[in-house]
């Protein structure tokens, strides 16, 4: 028996957290089944056989009718499960994209199956660098069962994470077995959720997909990203991810390359935020960044109101240190000043978001 966290977590009675948060809350507190448990007892007929394209219109079908499978699984938990779930047909075409990968924005298409690699650099098992009882993120998903696993999609220069990132540290190769025993027993040291962090879960799709599949326990699933990861990525997390603790890094593509090498990050983030709105919850992490308050963070601020809505669970996030190769521009090479700080709150307020997250760091 694993040492149950000597620890209070902060109440989820917050009327903030229970607007935005309400689904999330239930799983946690027992009441809801978390969404690959759902997708676990959906039945679904399909052939291995089947061409891809035929298995997306079958998931996209499927996909239509979850949210009143997952109402009636709330009230009725017992259902058998099928021979073939509507999860199993995410890990299916989970696996026939790690043949050609395309899981992030940059499609490299490389078979990852085959033993190659791509701009990320991820394999086909996990890359384990730590897992743990996480106690700084944000006070409804403390204490969080935060797992870090190496590579990423972007290459962001003040990366706080750069060692796993970046691969300067390695990792412990560790199959999906393997990570369910984790996940459980994260679960049973009173963990409220299972974090997937990096470096950049996006990787690591197939393989999340594959672990829940073998986890017995209810437990909500956080995908914890950048927001840089394709179409296809963001089709099989709906259904999949509970709660999205997404990145909202650049306000235009411009930053978004010269910062981290990431192109097209405005549309890719803009469409992922889109999603996650519609098939799950949302807690949108926002990292101020030094000289970047009307290039970045006002226009993330008025798009996020505008279009996800002002309740939107946002954290306006202050801790931004120089970190890796952020001497290389010369605005990244110091820490926000007080006046940064209140016109980043300053703009939140003008364009009308009342779920801010306070930032304590």
């Keep these: 028996m694993r040492r149950l966290i000597p620890y209070t977590p902060p109440t989820l009675d917050d009327p903030k957290i229970k607007r935005a948060l309400p689904r999330y809350v239930g799983v946690v507190m027992g009441e809801r089944q978390a969404k690959y448990v759902v997708g676990r007892h959906l039945g679904v007929e399909y052939s291995g056989e089947d061409s891809t394209g035929d298995l997306w ?7 239509e009718d979850y949210a009143k499978f997952e109402k009636r699984l709330d009230s009725a938990p017992k259902l058998e499960k099928p021979e073939r779930s509507f999860l199993d047909l995410k890990a299916e075409l989970a696996k026939r994209i790690m043949g050609e990968c395309h899981f992030c924005e940059r499609r490299c298409g490389v078979d990852r199956l085959g033993g190659s690699r791509g701009y990320c650099r991820c394999g086909d098992e996990f890359s384990l660098s730590s897992f743990f009882a996480h106690m700084g993120e944000e006070p409804e998903l403390v204490p969080s069962g935060t797992v870090f696993t190496c590579g990423c999609t972007m290459r962001c220069i003040h990366c706080q994470n750069y060692d796993i990132s970046q691969w300067l540290t390695p990792g412990q190769s560790v199959n999906p077995s393997q990570m369910a025993r984790i996940v459980s027993g994260l679960r049973d040291e009173g963990c409220r959720n299972l974090n997937m962090v990096g470096g950049e879960p996006t990787s690591n799709a197939w393989l999340w997909i594959e672990t829940m599949r073998q986890v017995d326990v209810n437990i909500p699933t956080v995908w914890n990203s ?5 179409e296809e990525t963001s089709r099989l997390l709906a259904g999949f991810a509970d709660l999205y603790l997404l990145d909202f890094k650049y306000g235009n593509n411009r930053c978004a390359e010269a910062i981290s090498d990431a192109p097209g990050y405005w549309g ?16 949108i992490r926002v990292l101020v960044l030094p000289g ?11 798009w996020i109101s505008e279009n996800l809505g002002p309740w939107t669970r946002v954290n306006l996030m202050f801790q931004y240190r120089p970190e890796w190769r952020a001497s290389e521009r010369p605005e990244l090479r110091r820490r926000l000043t007080r006046e940064e700080m209140d016109d980043a709150l300053k703009i939140a307020r003008e364009a009308g978001l009342k779920n801010l ?5």
């Design 268 to 283: 890719a983030c803009t469409r992922n935020h889109l999603a996650a709105k519609r098939f799950g919850e949302l807690i």
């Design 226 to 230: 950048n927001s840089y990861y394709s």
């Design 292 to 302: 970047h308050n009307e290039c970045c963070t006002r226009p993330i601020l008025e």
């Design 57 to 63: 219109r079958l998931h996209d079908r499927y996909l």
């Design 357 to 361: 997250v306070r930032d304590t760091s």
